[in-house]
């Protein structure tokens, strides 16, 4: 088992399990043909962390430590048939949700500006939209986005709009499904994106999704910089008709003297969405509750491909 967090540090690993810790870092600690359990080294270049799996004939079982998937598919699809891949549902949720809300907040109350100014020592307020009162639309509803929902209990928000591949019923009220956005984004004054990577998902976030959002309304993606069409994007806030605040872009890393950096209206974080604080513990858990099921000869949870 080839783990990206040292075993001694997770509680409750079966001991009938023989265990390696990789970080991505230097030679592989073991011979990858012995392989069949693989966890990929968190915040790694995929090139790196795919590179071993090539190379791992017993392989039977891949945990990612990342919600999204998109960067190990393409490798997955190189593997001989029946290795199942998994996401870490249950590890981002609380994080990324945080980093939704406080990138909102930011946007909306002016956090950036003030921040300017007190490096300038500059005393100036002025007047700031609220996020209560606004309609807010949650594109992508699963884990990760109910997490955000439950963050905006307490913000007297007017509205939230929830949307996902397909519509169905919460006990929260109902979800739209992606075809009803051109009806629901011309009422949404924040749209918070989450949504997975995919090829249905890619460019979703277009030019035309942009023109029917209304006036003054801000964009928020925590989710992959790929979604949201950049180019589109850079023309809507130049213009000063959006404005986003991003914790991924497209490209990425964003590069010295892209346009997203001096548009007006654009707060950017450095992909934090994942690395806080509660990443460790719940990594852990997650990894001892799989391996447990591994080694008990039990179904995985959280499977989102085999190959």
């Known amino acids: 088992m080839w783990l990206a967090l040292p075993p001694e540090e997770i509680d409750g690993l079966p001991d009938s399990l023989d265990y390696v810790y990789w970080d991505g870092a230097g ?84 956090i950036p500006q003030f921040v300017r100014r007190q490096d300038r020592q500059e005393w100036k307020s002025g007047f700031h939209p609220s996020l209560a009162d606004k309609t807010v639309l949650i594109l992508g509803y699963g884990a990760i986005g109910a997490a955000v929902e439950d963050r905006l209990a307490g913000f007297e928000c007017a509205r939230v709009i929830r949307v996902a591949r397909s519509s169905r019923a919460t006990p929260r009220g109902p979800v739209h499904s992606t075809n009803e956005l051109p009806t629901l984004l011309p009422d949404s004054d924040v749209v918070i994106v989450v949504t997975p990577l995919t090829e249905d998902t890619r460019g979703l976030v277009d030019d035309a999704f942009l023109a029917r959002m209304k006036d003054g309304a801000l964009l928020v993606n925590v989710a992959r910089g790929a979604v949201v069409d950049t180019k589109a994007l850079v023309s809507e806030v130049e213009s000063g008709r959006l404005r986003a605040a991003l914790d991924v872009t497209d490209p990425e890393p964003l590069p010295v003297g892209h346009p997203l950096w001096s548009a007006p209206g654009v707060l950017i974080s450095p992909h934090t969405g994942g690395p806080t604080s509660a990443f460790r513990p719940r990594a852990a858990k997650l990894l001892a509750a799989q391996l447990r099921r591994f080694a008990a000869g039990q179904p995985l949870e959280h499977v989102v491909a085999v190959s």
């Not at 891949?62 to 001989?80: C, F, K, S």
């Not at 998994?86 to 939704?100: D, I, K, Q």
């Open 27 to 110: 030679e592989w600690p073991a011979d990858p043909a012995d392989c069949v359990f693989y966890v990929p080294p968190y915040m790694t270049k995929p090139d790196i962390t795919t590179a071993p799996m090539l190379r791992m004939p017993r392989l039977k079982a891949i945990q990612t430590l990342t919600a999204g998937v998109d960067a190990y598919l393409p490798a997955v699809r190189e593997l001989p048939p029946g290795v199942t891949l998994c996401n870490a549902r249950g590890v981002h949720e609380a994080s990324t949700a945080e980093l939704a809300l406080t990138l909102t907040l930011a946007s909306l109350r002016g």
